[in-house]
Nanobody
Framework: QVQLVESGGGLVQPGGSLRLSCQASGFILGYYAVGWFRQAPGKEREGVSCISSSDGKAYYADYVKGRFTVSRDNDENTVSLQMNNLKPEDTAVYYC??????????????????WGQGTQVTVSS
């Protein structure tokens, strides 16, 4: 059974850190581009980061650049998102997704095939 499961969300104060994990089962996550997305209440889902499988190159949205770091652990079949210096505007449900037609981060949100159920991140004092 193909599945992506996110974990690591929670409540954190502004300036704090969280590490999200995306665990794959039923397929090898290391073969494909993996993206992180988020959706805040009343807003559209937006891209956060992507990591390619061909060269491990990472990409970030401007609003998280310098604060978030995406990485792979192919032995564990996971992709992680380290989030530092969190801001209240980072509050959202965070999703990971795999683009099984591409190794590189060249697709759009619509091209991602497998999605996790999401994990809530709340940044508040």
């Amino acid at each position: 059974q193909v599945q992506l499961v996110e974990s690591g969300g929670g409540l954190v104060q502004p300036g704090g850190s969280l590490r999200l994990s995306c665990q794959a089962s039923g397929f090898i996550l290391g073969y494909y581009a993996v993206g992180w997305f988020r959706q805040a209440p009343g807003k559209e889902r937006e891209g956060v980061s992507c990591i390619s499988s061909s060269d491990g190159k990472a990409y970030y949205a401007d609003y998280v650049k310098g604060r978030f770091t995406v990485s792979r652990d192919n032995d564990e079949n996971t992709v992680s998102l380290q989030m530092n210096n969190l801001k209240p505007e980072d509050t959202a449900v965070y999703y990971c997704a795999a683009d099984i037609d591409r190794q590189d981060c060249i697709g759009t949100m619509a091209t991602y095939d497998y999605w996790g159920q999401g994990t809530q991140v709340t940044v508040s004092s």
